[in-house]
């Protein structure tokens, strides 16, 4: 072996960071005894702070522990077995017996707690870093809280603290990986307050199984144009629209479901059309071959896209700047006015504005509506329109419709322009809603940050044949079915 190859080589020196201590290492031995009575406080309140803390997220868990710990030791462990048994058959046949009632009340603090520790408490800090959604920092690691979770069964709704830096945006773009980490269907992404979140993370379908309509209701009075019911939303509450100074633009491919939310629109008016207190005004460029199915719920049905439509478009718009006139120095329509309130329900609002190939009808057509949705809702008239295609070359006033509902739809680009820019990103995906739930739509006020996520009654023919037997029954004042124009 020669020297050359026996040579020392200095290795390369170490490069890791040097381990840091914490301070009060380097204090003097006798300043550690002085600061000792004051660490064990602390960590007596630490200890408290975290027990409190565990009780608030976990208070089932911890009082039904702490009453079998007290019924072992004071009964010893058959008297807990006793228990045990006693609470679930109680429970069992509470679920046998009143199901609604046992998830509503007993099933989600039990599935909460379970789901708390066993899907986010265990998995948050691993989701989080492999999320990218933490940040590293002088070797500190800045991660966003977990704060309360409720779990509904369909849903868990989770609080997040976001680190500081952090935008909800990240969030958005984030919450498909977050929904398949926690093994949930969607994601969905609400801001509650600054540097505040709510997830909802979605398992099931709660509008997958179709509503049925209720029975009509028969008196005028018990129709509040403020909250017409026409179906559920997906948190089990009454699904409302107002038509009171409000304009509904509904916009769904075909087969979304459109004349399901148009006719429970119309059946929830039904005691007040069949009293005269409100007139519904209707357009059917298919031939009438969707309103006529109840064409007794219209004073006038036109049906067709030409002369006929255009006309009543022009009663209308007349109707407005006349009641303009009658209002003046009262501001907005009321009962006491003596006027019904009227409602356009035009059925494919584009084969109207948009398709007519006789540009003089739907320049007058364009004309008409643009004014009855820009002056209409005070003077008490609602456009309720309905169509496919949301394109601001078919529609260019979707700003005049302070409620918009989002039907199925084919792209992402439609919801947006539906609904507005960012409200997909909060999770209205109606783009995403099956073809096997139609009626499912998401809605969007005006002033209103957060979409809705709700399904219309599903009006069978049956349903559309009671309509006609209600609003023709025991009556000598039948509404009239006009085809031949407006009778202005
Ligand atoms: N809310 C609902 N619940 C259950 N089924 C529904 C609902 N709405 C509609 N459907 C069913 O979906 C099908 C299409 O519905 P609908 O005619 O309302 O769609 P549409 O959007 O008006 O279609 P088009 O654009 O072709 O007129 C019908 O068979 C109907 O029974």
Same mark, same amino acid.
């Given at each position: ?10 290795p390369a ?37 975290q ?16 009453a079998?710990? &007290? ?9 807990v ?15 046998r ?19 708390r520790?066993?899907? $986010?408490?265990?998995q ?14 002088? /070797? ?5 809280? *977990? ?6 069964g369909?849903r ?6 976001m680190?500081?830096?952090q935008?909800p ?5 984030h ?17 509650? @307050?600054?540097?505040r ?5 979605i398992?099931? %379908? ?10 009509l209701?028969? !008196? ?5 144009l403020?909250?017409l ?7 089990g ?10 304009? &509904?633009? /509904? ?22 059309i @069949?009293? !005269?207190?409100v007139?519904?005004?209707?357009? !059917?460029? @298919? ?11 219209? =004073?006038?049905?036109a049906?067709?896209?030409?002369d006929?439509?255009?006309? *009543?478009?022009?009663y209308?718009?007349? +109707? ?9 120095g ?9 006027? #019904? ?13 948009? $398709? ?10 364009? @004309? ?18 309905? &169509?496919? %295609?949301?394109?601001? +070359? ?11 509902i989002?039907?199925?739809? !084919? +792209? ?7 609904l507005?820019? /960012? ?8 783009? +995403?809603? #099956? ?8 809605v969007?006020? %005006?002033?209103h ?16 044949a ?7 029954? =025991? ?14």
């Open positions: 072996m020669s020297a050359q190859e026996n040579r020392w080589v200095d020196p170490l490069e890791v960071s040097r381990p840091r201590l914490p301070w009060w290492t380097m204090l003097p031995g006798w300043a550690k005894l002085l600061l000792v009575p004051v660490a064990v406080v602390w960590v007596a309140c630490w200890a408290v702070f027990f409190a803390r565990i009780t608030y997220r976990y208070p089932l868990t911890i009082t039904t522990s702490a079998a710990g &007290l019924l072992a030791a004071f009964h010893g462990y058959l008297a077995t006793v228990a045990v048994a006693g609470v679930t058959v109680v429970a069992v046949a509470w679920w017996l009143h199901p609604d009632s046992f998830h509503q009340f007993a099933a989600p603090q039990p599935v909460t707690e379970y789901r520790f066993a899907v $986010y408490a265990c948050w800090r691993t989701v989080m870093r492999l999320s990218e959604l933490t940040k590293d920092k002088r /070797g500190r690691e800045y991660r966003p809280k *977990l704060g309360r979770l409720r779990s509904h369909w868990d709704v989770v609080r997040v603290t680190a500081k830096g935008a945006e990240q969030w958005e773009l919450a498909s990986g977050l929904a398949h980490s926690f093994r949930a269907r969607h994601c969905r992404v609400r801001v509650r @307050k600054p540097g979140l709510e997830l909802d993370l398992h099931r %379908d709660p509008l997958a199984p179709s509503i049925p309509a209720p029975t209701g028969l !008196d005028a009075s018990g129709v509040d403020r909250r019911v026409i179906g559920r939303t997906e948190t509450k009454p699904w409302t629209v107002s038509l009171l100074g409000n304009h &509904l633009l /509904g916009v769904g491919s075909t087969g979304a479901g459109k004349a399901s939310v148009s006719w429970s629109i119309v059946r929830a008016l039904a005691p007040a @069949k009293a !005269d207190r007139r519904v005004f209707g357009i !059917d460029p @298919k031939g009438g071959m969707e309103l006529s199915a109840c064409a007794e719920a219209f =004073h006038t049905l049906c067709d896209n030409g006929k439509a255009v006309n *009543l478009l022009e209308l718009a007349g +109707e407005v700047k006349a009641r303009a006139e009658r209002y003046r009262r501001r907005t329509w009321t009962p006491e006015s003596g006027d #019904p309130f009227l409602v356009l329900l035009v059925d494919e609002l584009a084969d109207v504005i948009a $398709y007519q190939t006789d540009r003089n009808l739907r320049d007058r057509a364009v @004309k008409a509506i643009q004014a009855i949705t820009s002056q209409g809702r005070a003077p008490g008239v609602c456009v309720l329109g309905f &169509l496919q %295609d949301p394109r601001k +070359e078919i529609v260019p006033f979707r700003h005049l419709f302070p409620t918009k989002a039907l199925r739809l !084919d +792209e992402p680009a439609q919801v947006d322009m539906v507005g820019d /960012g409200v997909r990103q909060r999770g209205a995906a109606a783009h +995403e809603i #099956p073809e096997s739930t139609p009626g499912v739509a998401w969007k006020h %005006d002033g940050r957060e979409p809705v996520r709700a399904r219309a009654f599903h009006i069978t023919d049956e349903d559309l009671d309509l006609v037997a209600f609003l023709t029954a =025991h009556t000598t004042d039948i509404p009239v079915l006009v085809t031949e124009g407006a009778r202005a």
